[in-house]
């Protein structure tokens, strides 16, 4: 179940004075810097700030968006034209964030990974490679293609199993072509009370900066952070009832 956004950390922070020295480490002359994957923002010295990494799998059917989800989170050049990825591609993604109760900051730093729906089906090994040791999943849709988003429920139960601990979000794209729409705001709260699964909506372009990709980016990092600490707990609980059931085996 999604937590409430605003729970863990501080959702507009992106916006506040004591930020932006964090943000700036993701920029470069007011736009986003492209990261390799070994490559990680630099921070001074008296500002030792951890990094989470996780990975997250863009699954959607050909055309929704996905490539261009990925390229519009790590604020880089949108593609022009459209084009099936043809293996595995993966984005990283740096997000700085406070988290609310204790005023620690973390830099988040997500790994998107994007596959091509044919290789997916001509290659068995695809999507067990996106899916291993996955820590979010991204289920995407279009606006413009009703049949993406009728077919949502089938592609979470195609690629996840209920036992699964990954953090589940959907991503609707396409969103400012709202005339040419094949899903109204009725089907999307219908969806969302009948799976509880939120809704993200992308579109346009990049102008909007920050703001346009903050919701998104703050509530993966807000479930997966949440998910992490029931995990830990989950963990620590277990350690303590297995040295309990030690300590009561030596008394005895």
């Known amino acids: 179940m999604p937590v409430p956004p605003g729970s863990i950390i501080v959702s507009d922070w992106h916006r506040c004075p004591d930020s932006r020295e964090f943000f700036s480490r993701i920029l470069h002359k007011k736009k986003r810097r492209k990261f390799g994957l ?21 699954s959607g059917k050909t055309g929704v968006g996905k490539s261009a989800l990925a390229a519009r989170l790590a604020g880089l050049e949108l ?3 459209h084009y099936e990825t043809t293996g ?12 609310k109760e204790s ?8 790994e ?8 997916i089906r001509r290659f068995d090994h695809m999507l067990p490679s996106c899916k291993e040791q996955v820590d979010a999943i991204l289920f995407l849709f279009s606006f413009t293609d009703r049949g993406s988003f009728d077919d949502l429920s089938n592609q979470i139960s195609r690629i996840t199993e209920p036992s699964d601990r990954v953090v589940k979000l959907v991503v609707g794209t396409k969103f400012d072509l709202f005339m040419h729409t094949d899903v109204t705001e009725s089907d999307v709260t219908h969806y969302q009370e ?17 703001a346009e990709v903050a919701p998104l980016l703050n509530a993966l990092a807000e479930n997966l952070w949440h998910q992490d600490c029931v995990t830990a707990s989950s963990v620590s609980i277990s350690t303590q009832a297995a040295l309990r059931g030690t300590d009561s085996e030596i008394i005895v």
């Open 112 to 119: 998107l990974w994007d596959c091509g729906e044919s290789a």
């Open 38 to 58: 070994l490559e990680a923002p630099m921070m001074p010295p008296q500002m030792n700030v951890d990094i989470v990494r996780y990975k997250v799998f863009i």
């Open 194 to 210: 009948v799976w509880s699964h939120p809704v993200f909506r992308v579109g346009g372009d990049v102008s909007a900066g920050l």
């Open 88 to 99: 595995i591609e993966t984005t990283v993604v740096f997000w700085p964030a406070r988290l």
């Open 79 to 81: 593609p022009k034209m």
């Open 103 to 110: 005023g620690r900051v973390l830099f988040f730093r997500f």
